[in-house]
């Protein structure tokens, strides 16, 4: 049987090699079982995340710490030319009521779009640009296709937080996201400071699959992509804590025009927006194509395809 060895974080001393044994073929037995009855654990991953030897010291240090950051991926007239994008859609009335845009709770002020690099050429543009697909590729070690995304906008002064979380929990419990071979490029387009709620990663926790407790609600995502306290799809208080002593914490600030790439497992938050400066991100989620969606793992029925798109074109 083929192993994947890949050397981790050497901050932790529990576990300094991870081996993975590859899933058999067909098996079809769910090796990331979440929203359990019981007591949640945390578990290791069976799965790489980096498909195939680091082939360079960006690479490596992803394999480390689940993300990496790059500067000027776009350049600054593309940075405008995306903002310019976000304030037609935000504004054009056409939109009034699609559930691709997402409010604050209680709140008229956008809190995402979804599906904004089909709708918006511009930015469809600006994610070429800036070389996330290639990355995804090399990183997973196969082909990808975009199985989400959203412009992340987060208001000044009334943006809301995003909870601790695994993205990957969420697509395999409610998209059915068979194992986390998935990337996520976040590209800034305005500057994330340590003040207006940038991304904080606990840095080696993509290695350990976190289990989250209760039934998802039917309909969930009307909620959980509005709450900034979800109470399905998060990890305990006790088990953010136990990460939180082993890992710490990373937070990722960086200028208009920067990326962050990051797993798709890796342990995330962000908090609340109370300054007077926005922080807008493209986010994009690339898959491989060989871990294509099936049925919804602990979830009655698939989310809308602007959360988790089907086919590949
Ligand atoms: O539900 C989802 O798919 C999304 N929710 C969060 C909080 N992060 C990732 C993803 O876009
Ligand atoms: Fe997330």
Redesign the pocket.
């Known amino acids: 049987m083929k192993r994947y060895v890949v050397a981790v974080d050497s901050r932790s001393s529990v576990f300094r090699i991870q081996e993975c044994v590859l899933p058999k073929v067909g098996a079809g037995i769910d090796r990331y079982p979440t929203r359990v009855d019981g007591e949640p654990e945390i578990r290791d991953r069976n799965d790489p995340w980096v498909w195939g030897e680091p082939s360079t010291r960006e690479i490596a240090g992803y394999a480390e710490r689940g993300y990496l950051q790059r500067e000027s991926v776009i350049a600054p007239a593309t940075v405008e030319a995306c903002l310019a994008e976000i304030d037609r859609i935000r504004n054009d009335p056409r939109f009034d009521g699609d559930e691709r845009v997402v409010r604050e709770e209680n709140d008229t002020a956008v809190r995402s779009i979804f599906d904004i690099d089909l709708l918006s050429d511009v930015v469809r543009e600006a994610i070429s640009e800036s070389g996330a697909e290639e990355l995804a590729r090399e990183i997973l070690g196969s082909d990808v296709y975009v199985h ?1 995304s ?1 412009l992340n906008y987060k208001p000044g002064f009334r943006g809301g937080a ?1 909870y601790w ?1 695994s ?1 990957f929990e ?2 395999h419990a ?1 998209d059915g996201m068979r194992i986390p071979r998935a990337v996520s490029a976040s590209i800034a387009l305005t500057h994330n400071e340590t003040y207006n709620g940038p991304l904080m990663i606990m840095p080696g926790s993509q290695r350990f699959f976190v289990q989250c407790a209760g039934k998802t609600p039917r309909n969930y ?1 009307r909620q ?2 509005v709450t900034t306290t979800p109470r399905i799809g998060v990890p305990s208080e006790a088990m953010v804590t136990e990460l939180w002593n082993l890992l710490g914490v990373d937070v990722l600030t960086g200028p208009a025009g920067s990326m962050t790439m990051f797993d798709c497992n890796v342990m995330h938050a962000s908090g609340g927006n109370i300054t007077p400066v926005p922080r807008a991100n493209i ?1 994009v ?1 690339f898959n491989s194509v060989g871990n294509r969606l099936g049925r919804p793992c602990a979830a009655e029925a698939t989310r809308p395809v602007y ?2 798109r089907r086919s590949l074109s």
């Open positions: 989400q959203r995003f979380h993205d969420t697509w409610e995502h959980s992509l986010f989620v959360l988790a």
